[in-house]
């Protein structure tokens, strides 16, 4: 049993793996960190450095927790966290989230709310 | 001194507030393109050619021009920051550059970088401005025979010498003459693959054929491999070079500026041909060559100076001789032709103000180069971070716009799609589209020159070698049969080589 947890290298996303480990630490389930990018763009904002995913499973091995990272090729961030609670042992994913307007979700779409609708485990939304 | 008066008098036309302001323009643009990797100055040059309609022709090249040495800056950064590089011609680049980045040297490389491309510019100019006229006095004595013989000259050397397969290059140029027939024959009048269309009666429009291949093949061809997304940059301080680094590349830079000059004005020759000799050329002359690929400022510097000069100096056969050097001054031969300009000969005569006023921008363009790399560095960079979803389309809308503006014509529009798909597979399938729009360019010229030398001549060929100019010419092409093959195999091993080491493709990139 594994929790996955959808790493983007900002706030929100620090404070979902700060409650993923917590919860993996109590639960004594594995810590697996998922990032990956929709490769629309050269440079990806929400594409983590190898060195950062690396600090992230030393972190979680500090704390006594099994971690591991997992980057999916070509698919994008959500598409990817989508699959993953598929194919997975998983028992739940944890993604960081924030506001949008109405007219924000209209225009520029909301991953978070597409991951809470279409995977098929428990999703934990944690605010930054 | 005669032309150093006329050189001055090119500062006259340059220093126009409009003609800044285009050079301006052009030099910015060209770097913005340059960063973006699958985005080249041929296609952008292409896509802009409506616009220069309502322009002036000094101003209208003033800004092409601009935008194709420009294009060799902004390919460095991303080359150096990213390991991506934006340009062909500055693929070589990233593979010191980027160990440099990595050490925490990426200002001083993206410093050396711009100190090294003005250099190159700069000293290409000065043999520009020196070689140009003396060129030029020798093509004043071209009748059609020699006219006949330069353009043969051309389509030969620009399919034998670019990058990739000669064979698909030739077969490339063999498809622009066919081309470049359709349409009403130059003499007698007569419609030929017209296939009854109205349309096609006047022939293919260049711009159509250039915006097609180039503008929306490329397009094409981008949304095809989706890009490589990387995180962010590596941050650096301050893009410059300090004192050492100025010294130990000054030997590269030298070097680069010459070689550069040299393979810019040969057919075929060009920017990305360039900077891979210069890289050869620095590592055999290094004295320690193991640290190329790990670091070595020389592997930065050559390069760099090499294509900046290379880009300059091809702008040689064809405001001299009328020969474009390279597909990207194919299209160049054609935005001048469409100001009613025929680059040749006798363009130093005719129009000086056209021809002096674009080799001045160079100078004022260099220098706004340097001024402005350093800067805007990172306002470049984050460009890349705008969707290509949003790029493309975007692209592609503007090119159909500057399409309906050519003729009003919706076939125009359809047949711009067309030639973007034969772009794409011919991108694809390693057929280069330099060539083709070179060759249906010169085509033209080529078919118009010869029936009028046959008919001078009655018939007899004796016309071709009858001037020691066609004596010469013909010499020339001979050697260019005989010598094209060697060449382009020891660009094309190094060309291999750099591959090897980058993992790179070397037809995603076009000169």
């Known amino acids: ?107 520029l779409g909301s991953d978070a709310q597409r991951i809470l609708l279409e995977a098929t485990c428990p999703v934990l939304a944690v605010k930054a | 001194m005669d032309i150093l008066n006329d050189a001055l008098g090119g500062f006259d036309v340059v220093l126009q507030p409009a003609n800044l302001l285009f050079c301006l323009l052009g030099v910015t643009l060209g770097m913005l393109i340059g960063v973006l990797p699958g985005l080249g100055p041929a296609a952008t040059i292409a ?12 101003s209208a090249i003033i800004l092409l021009a601009g935008i194709f040495y420009g294009a060799q800056y902004g390919g460095t950064i991303t080359s150096v920051l990213l390991r991506l590089p934006g340009e062909a011609s500055s693929v070589v680049t990233a593979l ?44 004043l004595d071209f009748g059609p025979a020699e006219y006949t013989l330069l353009a043969l000259l051309g389509i030969l050397l620009v399919s034998s010498l670019g990058n990739g397969s000669a064979r698909k290059a030739a077969v490339a140029a063999t498809i622009g003459l066919l081309l470049a027939t359709v349409g009403r024959d130059p003499v007698t009048g007569v419609s030929r693959f017209t296939f009854g269309s109205d349309n096609l009666a006047d022939g293919i429009d260049f711009v159509i054929i250039a915006m097609g291949l180039f503008g929306v093949g490329e397009i094409l061809y981008n949304m095809a491999t989706p890009p490589s997304a990387t995180s962010g940059t590596p941050q650096f301080r301050r893009a410059l070079p300090t004192g050492a680094d100025l010294k130990q590349s000054s030997g590269a830079i030298a070097r680069g500026s010459v070689s550069g000059f040299v393979l810019g004005v040969l057919p075929g020759g060009g920017a990305t041909i360039a900077s891979l000799v210069a890289y050869a050329t620095e590592k055999k002359l290094a004295k320690r060559p193991e640290r190329f690929g790990r670091g070595a400022i020389e592997g930065v510097a050559g390069p760099e100076t090499a294509n900046n000069s290379a880009a300059t100096s091809s702008f040689i056969p064809l405001l001299t001789l009328g020969i474009p050097a390279n597909g990207t001054m194919a299209i160049m031969f054609g935005a001048l032709m469409l100001q009613g300009i025929t680059p040749g000969p006798g363009l130093i005569n005719e129009h000086p103000d056209v021809f002096w006023g674009v080799i001045d921008s160079m100078y004022i363009g260099n220098v706004f180069l340097l001024l402005l790399s350093i800067p805007l560095i990172g306002i470049f960079v984050r460009l890349l971070r705008v969707k290509a979803t949003i790029l493309n389309p975007l692209t592609v809308l503007i090119t159909m716009i500057g399409v309906y503006t050519v003729r009003n014509s919706v076939f125009d529009m359809f047949l711009v799609i067309a030639f973007g798909v034969v772009g794409y597979l011919m991108k694809k399938t390693g057929f280069p589209p330099g060539p083709l729009v070179l060759a249906f360019v010169l085509g033209g010229l080529l078919e118009t020159s010869f029936r009028q030398s046959i008919r001078l001549s009655e018939g007899s060929l004796a016309i071709f070698v009858a001037s020691p100019i066609a004596v010469t010419l013909v010499v020339a092409i001979v050697v260019a049969i005989a010598a094209a093959p060697v060449m382009a195999w020891l660009l094309r091993r190094q060309q291999a080589r750099t591959d090897a080491t980058l993992h790179t493709h070397a037809q995603a990139y076009q000169d």
Request: no cysteine.
């Open chain 1, 1 to 107: 049993m594994s929790i996955i947890i959808g790493y983007v290298p900002n706030e929100r996303g620090e404070a979902a793996y700060a409650k993923a480990l917590s919860l993996a630490a109590g639960l004594g389930q594995e810590l697996v960190i998922m990032n990956s990018s929709g490769r629309h763009s050269h440079i990806d904002p929400r594409l983590a450095a190898e060195s950062d995913l690396e600090a992230l499973v030393a972190r979680a091995r500090e704390a006594g927790v099994a971690a591991r990272t997992e980057r999916s090729a070509g698919a994008d961030g959500p598409e990817a966290l989508i699959e993953a609670s598929h194919a997975e042992d998983a028992d739940m994913l944890v993604i960081g989230i924030r506001k949008r307007s109405q007219v924000g979700k209209l225009l």
């Open chain 2, 47 to 58: 896509i802009l050619l409506p616009i220069t309609y309502t322009m002036e022709p000094a």
């Open chain 2, 96 to 139: 010191d550059g980027y160990q440099m980045a990595r050490q925490g040297r990426a200002g001083a490389a993206l410093g050396i970088a711009a100190v090294g491309s003005f250099v190159g510019g700069t000293i290409a100019i000065v043999g520009l401005t020196f070689l140009a006229p003396l060129v030029a006095s020798f093509a």
